[in-house]
């Protein structure tokens, strides 16, 4: 018990600690922590139950077709992951709670931001139980991989489905208005997972190159919300 609760706290305290720098981006308006907690928590429990259904369900298909193991392990992590995990973390901005408080262009990339970081604890946790066979300092080593580049992969993936979802919103659009943000959340999970799995490219410069994305695309998220945060001032 001991042992879960440790890993627990090492696996969720980085993705608050993003979650609450992401929810302060915003110097007007900022969100209600209530709101804030529910897309959290959707991202960190059925978001992460309906992402291992949706991939059981495509990855017993796609084992019908292709036998070779390494070209069916590549696809799962490179094509069927990302398109279920992007799917159902941001189906928590649909929430009463969380939709109500959509009322600015920003507010979408904030949520979905925060859906992705509850999803990346949980899968975090997953990981960092697997780790305890690595010895320590390879433990250490991979937690800090997927605390830099896991949590800032599915904030900034998410984000993007989020502001699609809150433009459609507020401009009272259909859903299909959210589908360019959904494939751009998609390739972007993609390219992440190609680049730490995909040997060719060489393992450790995979790795670096998948966590200067990462940071990059936070970097880009949170310039978005700032800006999209001051026009709503000035209007």
């Not at 993003?18 to 969100?31: C, H, L, S």
């Not at 590549?74 to 279920?84: E, L, Y």
């Not at 937690?143 to 993007?160: E, K, N, Q, Y």
Request: aromatic residues 16%; hydrophobic residues 55%; glycine residues 8%.
């Amino acid at each position: 018990m001991l042992k879960f609760i440790t890993l627990f706290i090492i696996s969720f305290s980085p993705a608050i600690g993003y979650a609450i720098w992401i929810r302060n981006t915003e110097k007007y308006e900022r969100e209600p922590w209530a709101a804030i907690f529910v897309a959290f928590a959707w991202g960190a429990t059925l978001a992460i139950i309906a992402a291992l259904f949706l991939e059981e369900l495509l990855g017993i298909s796609l084992a019908t077709k292709i036998k070779d193991y390494t070209t069916f392990s590549f696809i799962m992590a490179v094509i069927i992951a990302p398109f279920a995990e992007e799917f159902a973390k941001p189906l928590g901005l649909s929430l009463k709670m969380v939709r109500k408080e959509i009322n600015e262009e920003e507010d979408g990339i904030v949520y979905g931001a925060i859906a992705g970081l509850g999803f990346a604890a949980t899968e975090n946790l997953f990981y960092s139980m697997s780790f305890l066979s690595y010895g320590l300092l390879f433990f250490c080593i991979l937690v800090i991989i997927r605390t830099i580049g896991g949590c800032l992969l599915h904030a900034s993936a998410t984000s993007f489905t989020g502001y699609g979802y809150g433009k459609a919103l507020l401009e009272g659009k259909g859903m299909g208005e959210i589908l360019h943000f959904f494939l751009i959340a998609v390739a972007m999970h993609s390219f992440y997972n190609f680049l730490v799995s995909f040997e060719m490219i060489g393992g450790i410069f995979g790795v670096f190159l998948a966590i200067l994305f990462a940071i990059a695309s936070i970097r880009y998220v949170r310039k978005k919300i700032k800006k999209l945060d001051m026009k709503q001032l000035i209007q």
